[in-house]
Every structure is written in C-alpha cells, then in structure tokens.
C-alpha cells in the first residue's frame, strides 16, 4: 500500500525518493538543494515516518539518490544539477559524512545507479557532458573511469543482471560460481540506446552494441533485473514510446540484430521505465500524469493491465 509523508520536510519539488535494501529507510532529494534521510517505523499502521537528517552539500538542484547494498555499508549517492557526485555514509550515532566528492562532469548529472552487488561496489553516473563515469569503492578509497557515452547528452543509466539467463541451472563445475557479468546500459539526447561491458584487459567500458529505433531524446533506460530465460531492456523517449528489447536466451548482447524490439505507444513524452523485481511487469510514467503497468502477452507484444492516474 502507497504512503504519503504528510510534510516533506523539503522547501521545493522534490525529485527523487528512494528506500533503502531493508525498506527502514527513505532518502529524498530536491531543488532545495539537500537530502532529507527519514526512519520509518513499519509498527504502526500507517507506517510512520520521521525525518532524522539533512545532507547539505549540493550548489544545485538535486535530481538522483541511491543507497548502496548494505554488505557495503550504509552508503548515499547523489547527483544535482552541479555537476557533481556526492557519496555520503553514516557514521556512529547516526551522523552522516561526505566521504567523497566527484567533480569532473562539465554539466548536470542526470542519474547514478549502483551496480550489482555480485560485480563489487560500483556506481555508474549518466551526464549532460555526455559522458558516464564509473566510481569503484574498494578497500575503503575510490577510484573512477569516465568516457564518452552520448555526444548531445546521457540521460539515463541501468545496469544488468550480474548473472546471465540461464547460468543460474546450467551445470558448473564443482566448487564454481557462474561468472559474474558487468554490464550496463544507457540513454542519450542523440536518440540512441547503447550497451556497456567491462572489458577486464584493460579496465575500460567499451560499447558493445549500439540500439536504434528512436527518434527523440531516450530519457529513461532499464534492464529486467532478473535473469530469466530471456533478457530485457525498456526505453522511454520524448518521441511517446516505450521499445522493449528483447534477448532471447544463449544469444550474443552483443549481437544488434539478436535483439527484437517491440513498441509501446502513449501518445505522450514517456519519462521513466522501471522492472518488478521478478522482472516480468514494467511500470511506464509519462507526461499524462499516469503510470501504466505492462505484461509480455504468451503470443508476444505487451498489454496493460493496470492504470494509475495521479
């Protein structure tokens, strides 16, 4: 069940809102500039929710907040409209610190997302430099990487699965764990789609594949976060589409002709995208003000089966 915090505790629009791997905690950003971190106690019914810090530190409008996998620590991303990247931890007594401060992006840094937590602790940011960098927290420093990715613009960042379909009951040899995957993908102003592998020889990100079918801005991009027996990517753009690409299982991601896509028509700028857990319902928000749910029909193609109007 949806629950409203009756105050914000925010003095602008507030853009990004986001629990926490257990759901005991909820980060909050704004054009106001800060972070607000809230508890929420799940004893009572409704849940309530009571704010117990404020992160300041942004010079700009804040637009992403992502929580870090726990086995990591308690660890706060944020990205604003300063160009900058901030990673913050709680300390004891619930103190919250900046432990570090990105600054090479030359524009607003639209999203970060973590990796998954099988690849490491690695947090992928998408720019309107055009450029997407990668920050890697290991052995409590950071290091990064940082390249060009969408020459007018990259507007959104998701990372996949990090076990491929079909690894997890195919047999493996005695004692060895199927080969953890890091891949990402992402969406740019140039209209495009593009996907993203690690290359472990020389510790760069290199475009594997390229999609392309769009004719307007790709604002949002999501991969299904489960390995099923297929693999799929959503893409929202302002051309009123939602194109679902699809891998079928044992087939390259490199392989551009491997994916099929399929549309989705809303008749409005489409902003975000984003997977169930099981990874088989996509939730599409567009400039209407409503949320769609989506399904595969057994046939192909997708319906919706259900409408949230706001």
């Not at 959503?234 to 194109?243: E, G």
């Not at 896509?261 to 700028?269: A, F």
């Amino acid at each position: 069940m949806a629950q409203v915090i009756s105050s914000s505790a925010h003095d602008d629009m507030i853009h990004d809102a986001v629990l926490d791997y257990y759901a005991r905690r909820l980060a909050t950003c704004s054009s106001d500039k800060t972070i607000k971190i809230f508890d929420i106690d799940s004893s009572t019914t409704p849940p309530q929710h009571r704010l117990t810090s404020t992160l300041n530190g942004h010079e700009g409008a804040v637009w992403c907040v992502a929580w870090s996998h726990p086995k990591f620590g308690t660890i706060l991303a944020s990205s604003s409209y300063d160009g900058r990247i901030l990673i913050w931890r709680e300390q004891p007594q619930g103190q919250w610190q900046r432990i570090y401060e990105f600054t090479l992006h030359t524009a607003s840094v639209n999203i970060v997302a973590w990796s998954p937590s099988e690849v490491g602790c690695h947090l992928a940011a998408a720019s309107s430099d055009g450029n997407v960098s990668v920050l890697t927290f290991e052995n409590n420093s950071f290091s990064h990487s940082i390249f060009p990715a969408h020459g007018l613009g990259v507007n959104s960042v998701s990372w996949a699965p990090a076990v491929l379909p079909g690894q997890l009951t195919s047999a493996q040899a005695p004692g060895k764990q199927p080969e953890a995957q890091r891949r990402f993908v992402t969406g740019g102003s140039d209209n495009l789609v593009k996907i993203w592998s690690f290359n472990s020889t020389t510790s760069t990100y290199d475009n594997v594949c390229t999609l392309k079918g769009h004719t307007d801005w790709v604002r949002d991009v999501a991969w299904s976060p489960t390995p099923l027996s297929k693999q799929y990517i959503a893409s929202a753009s302002q051309d009123h589409t939602v194109r679902v690409w699809t891998l079928p299982a044992g087939a390259d991601v490199a392989d551009a002709g491997a994916w099929k896509e399929e549309q989705i028509d809303l008749g409005t700028v489409v902003w975000r995208v984003s997977w169930s857990m099981a990874g088989n319902v996509l939730a599409v928000s567009g400039g209407d003000n409503r949320v769609s749910l989506w399904k595969e029909k057994l046939k192909g193609g997708w319906e919706v089966v259900k409408t949230i109007e706001e």
